[in-house]
C-alpha cells in the first residue's frame, strides 16, 4: 500500500508518498494554496503518482467521517464545508481524513511499536491533543476526544480561561510581547524559550507562569487517563530546555506535595517534528482499514 499524504497548515502544505517502510518519498513543502482549485491542482500531481492506492489529510477542523466535511474554522477557509469525499471521487481510491493534532498522537504509534496507550498534547497558538487508547486513537461521540485546550483551570470567573488560553505559545507570546520594553514585542515562542534559557528574566518569568499552568493540565491529564505516556508536540516542545523544565517542575510539585501527587507522569517531546502530521496521516490509514 503506498499512501498519498497531505498536511494541510494555514501557512503551508506537506506532502509525500508513505509505504509500510515509513519512509517520505518525494516529500515536498510549499506554501499553502489560496484557492481550492490551487489545492486540487497540487494534489492532482501527487496522487497520479506511480503506485498510489490511498489518499490521507491531516486538516485542522473537526471531521465528519460519514461525509467527508471538515468542521469549524482555520486558516484555510476554503477547505470547510465542503465534502473531500466527493471533490477526490474521481481518481477512484479510498480518502481518509483526520484531525491535524490526532495525527500528532497516531504519529507516536509509528515510533514506538510497544506503548499501548499515551496521550499527545500539542502546544502551539493553542493547545490541541490526541488520546490513544490500547494502541487506537478515541476520537469520542462528536470528535472532541482530545481536545484538552478545552479545559477549565482557573475557575469559573468571567472571562473563562481555558488551558488553551492560559498554557499555550501563543499565551507565552503574549505575556512576553505586552511588556513594555520595545525589544519583547517582535519575539516568538522559540526565541522567548532560548532566552530563558540564556537567563532573560522576563522570558524566564513568563516561561515560569506558563509552566506551571501547563503542568497542571499535564497532572490533571495523568489522573484521569493514567496513560503509559504524556507526548508533547509543537514546535516548542523540540526545545530540550522546555522539556526539562516541564520536568523539573513535576518533579518540584511531587516534592511539595508527596501525599496529592504520589506519581507524576513520564513526559517527552513527540518523536517527529515537521513530519508529524503526515507520519500520522499514514497510520490513521492503516488503522481505518483494520476496521
Known amino acids: 500500500m503506498v499512501v498519498a499524504c497531505f498536511d494541510i497548515g494555514g501557512t503551508g502544505l506537506k506532502s509525500a508518498l508513505i509505504a509500510s517502510d515509513?519512509?517520505?518519498?518525494?516529500?515536498?513543502?510549499?506554501?499553502?494554496?489560496?484557492?481550492?482549485?490551487?489545492?486540487?491542482?497540487?494534489?492532482?500531481?501527487?496522487?497520479?503518482?506511480?503506485?498510489?492506492?490511498?489518499?490521507?489529510?491531516?486538516?485542522?477542523?473537526?471531521?465528519?467521517?460519514?461525509?467527508?466535511?471538515?468542521?469549524g474554522l482555520s486558516a484555510i477557509p476554503y477547505i470547510h464545508g465542503v465534502s473531500w469525499y466527493e471533490l477526490l471521487a474521481e481518481?477512484?481510491?479510498?480518502?481518509?481524513?483526520?484531525?491535524?493534532?490526532?495525527c500528532v498522537g497516531l504519529s507516536e504509534l509509528a515510533s514506538d511499536t510497544t506503548v499501548k496507550s499515551c496521550a499527545c498534547i500539542v502546544v502551539g497558538?493553542?493547545?490541541?491533543?490526541?488520546?490513544?487508547?490500547?494502541?487506537?486513537?478515541?476520537?469520542?461521540?462528536?470528535?472532541?476526544?482530545?481536545?484538552f485546550g478545552y479545559m477549565m483551570l482557573k475557575g469559573m470567573d468571567f472571562p473563562l480561561k481555558?488551558?488553551?488560553?492560559?498554557?499555550?505559545?501563543?499565551?507565552?507570546?503574549?505575556?512576553?510581547?505586552?511588556?513594555?520594553?520595545e525589544k519583547y514585542h517582535q519575539l516568538n515562542g522559540k526565541a522567548i524559550v532560548d532566552m530563558a534559557e540564556k537567563g532573560d528574566l522576563v522570558c524566564q518569568e513568563a516561561l515560569t507562569s506558563m509552566i506551571d499552568v501547563l503542568c497542571q493540565g499535564l497532572l490533571n491529564l495523568h489522573y484521569i487517563l493514567d496513560p503509559e505516556l504524556l507526548c508533547i508536540g509543537g514546535s516548542i516542545s523540540q526545545n530540550e530546555y522546555f522539556i526539562q523544565k516541564v520536568n523539573d517542575?513535576?518533579?518540584?510539585?511531587?516534592?511539595?506535595?508527596?501525599?496529592?501527587?504520589?506519581?507524576?507522569?513520564?513526559?517527552k517531546a513527540c518523536t517527529y517534528t515537521?513530519?508529524?502530521?503526515?507520519i500520522g496521516a499514514y497510520m490513521n490509514t492503516l488503522q481505518e482499514r483494520e476496521h
Open 22 to 71: 515509513l519512509q517520505l518519498i518525494n516529500y515536498q513543502q510549499i506554501d499553502t494554496p489560496q484557492t481550492l482549485e490551487g489545492l486540487l491542482s497540487y494534489m492532482d500531481t501527487i496522487i497520479r503518482q506511480k503506485g498510489v492506492t490511498a489518499i490521507s489529510l491531516s486538516v485542522p477542523g473537526a471531521i465528519n467521517y460519514s461525509d467527508g466535511t471538515i468542521g
Open 91 to 102: 481518481y477512484q481510491l479510498s480518502i481518509y481524513l483526520e484531525n491535524d493534532a490526532n
Open 125 to 147: 497558538t493553542g493547545i490541541g491533543g490526541a488520546l490513544i487508547v490500547n494502541r487506537q486513537l478515541l476520537r469520542g461521540a462528536r470528535s472532541y476526544g482530545g481536545e
Open 162 to 181: 481555558n488551558w488553551s488560553q492560559l498554557a499555550s505559545t501563543g499565551s507565552l507570546v503574549r505575556r512576553v510581547r505586552a511588556h513594555p520594553l
Open 249 to 267: 517542575r513535576l518533579q518540584q510539585l511531587q516534592q511539595l506535595f508527596p501525599e496529592d501527587l504520589p506519581q507524576i507522569p513520564t513526559i
Open 274 to 278: 515537521n513530519t508529524a502530521n503526515l
